[in-house]
């Protein structure tokens, strides 16, 4: 599906019909790695998965850095596209950067949050410089810097020696990606604020997931997220690195699906319209 939102052409895909979740990708990937989320959503909920602006199918804008608020505000746009008053705000990795901006500029349309190996920190500035060299270089050398300097971090080994398939979709989805999107976002996440004093403001059920391999945001990382999330719900995924929706679907469709059955009812409408 696709409509012009902010300015810009941006393609989601949706399944069901209900409650809305929405599902945020990371970087520098697209809505292709919430398919198995999408396809087993359990009744009454309605699945929305965008491709961020420059991403997937989605087109992107000459805005020389592509803020994570930036991408907040496309998600808002879509979401009263959608006529959706809420939706629980699901993010992996970068999709979590946003959903803190989200939650920081747009609280009373986030139902609950799902973080998935993702963190509240900012860069430090080493990393800061890294992404803005790795930003230059995208431009002038192609995809296959970033694209070389990420893969062999993103899965476990047993993802990476046993499902092969996961490997391919994520290289896929990487390919797709334009070496201007991947400089611009890279740029965003470097400028990101400080999520740190947000944590205690969230006062919305919160699940915190993070594959126990993951080699991009750890353990303790997730695990400072939990603590400084009041009531927040921790779940470690054995056998996954930094995408355990990808790499154990079963197990993490089976947390996922079990955090929104435990949501107390909204008494809110979900339709705008
Ligand atoms: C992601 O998966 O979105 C990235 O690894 C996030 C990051 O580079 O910080």
């Not at 895909?13 to 945020?24: C, D, F, K, S, V």
């Not at 961020?52 to 879509?78: I, N, P």
Request: overall charge negative; hydrophobic content about 45%.
């Amino acid at each position: 599906m696709s409509a012009r939102i902010n300015g810009v052409e941006l393609e989601w895909r949706e399944q069901g019909e209900g409650a809305p979740i929405l599902l945020i990708h990371g970087f520098p990937f697209n809505s292709a790695m919430w398919g198995p989320q999408l396809a087993q959503l359990p009744q009454g909920w309605r699945g929305i998965a965008p491709d961020l602006r420059g991403f997937g199918a989605s087109a992107g804008s000459d805005d020389a850095v592509y803020t994570m608020e930036l991408f907040a505000r496309d998600l808002v746009a879509l979401l009263d596209h959608l006529g959706a008053e809420q939706a629980v705000v699901c993010g992996i990795s970068m999709g979590g950067y946003i959903a803190f901006e989200f939650w920081r500029l747009f609280r009373d349309r986030v139902r609950a949050l799902v973080l998935c190996d993702t963190r509240a920190g900012p860069d430090s500035a080493d990393a800061r410089r890294g992404r803005e060299r790795l930003a230059e270089r995208v431009l002038t050398e192609g995809d296959a810097v970033v694209i070389d300097s990420m893969l062999p971090r993103l899965v476990s080994m047993s993802t990476r020696y046993g499902q092969p398939g996961v490997l391919e979709l994520v290289r896929a989805m990487m390919k797709e990606t334009p070496p201007e999107t991947m400089a611009r976002a890279l740029l965003g996440m470097a400028a990101r604020p400080d999520a740190e004093p947000v944590l205690r403001t969230i006062d919305v059920p919160a699940l915190i997931v993070v594959g126990a391999e993951d080699a991009i945001t750890n353990r303790g990382q997730a695990e400072f997220l939990a603590r400084g999330i009041r009531g927040a719900r921790m779940e470690t995924i054995e056998n996954a690195g930094h995408l355990p929706n990808l790499e154990q679907t079963d197990v993490f469709n089976r947390v996922l699906h079990s955090f929104l059955s435990g949501l107390p009812q909204t008494t809110f409408s979900t339709s705008r319209i």
